[in-house]
């Protein structure tokens, strides 16, 4: 399997905001549901954000209005726009990807089959 590679962790403090990226070697736009997860320490992963291959997105409750999903076709990239950041948004954020999901959201993280290694988000107060 072909990895994903995310980039764009960092610190910042409450109220700022961070880009995510996460490429692949491969394209990622033949058909694929795209998406973003988080995890801290002793928690199960949680959906954070998905992209679908028509440009429907989805996102957590949590996050909406604050976090923008999207795909740069020219760089072959899938961003995570997130802004208004808090400190509860701290956590390891892993890209993750699948051609064959039916329903392309974040409600499980099972149906995802290739995951990039994270990158680490941490907003201070």
């Known amino acids: 399997q072909v990895a994903l590679v995310e980039s764009g962790g960092g610190s910042v403090q409450a109220g700022g905001s961070l880009r995510l990226s996460c490429t692949r070697s491969e394209s990622m736009f033949g058909g694929y549901c795209m998406a973003w997860f988080r995890q801290t320490p002793g928690k199960s992963r949680e959906g954070v954000a998905a992209l679908d291959n028509d440009g429907t997105s989805s996102y957590a409750d949590s996050v909406k209005g604050r976090f923008t999903i999207s795909k740069d076709r020219a760089t072959n990239t899938l961003n995570l726009q997130m802004d208004s950041l808090k400190p509860e948004d701290t956590a390891m954020y892993y890209c993750?990807?699948?051609?064959?999901?039916?329903?392309?959201?974040?409600?499980?993280?099972?149906?995802?089959?290739?995951w990039g290694q994270g990158t680490q988000v941490t907003v201070s107060s």
């Open positions: 993750a990807a699948d051609k064959w999901i039916t329903e392309c959201t974040v409600a499980s993280d099972t149906p995802y089959r290739l």
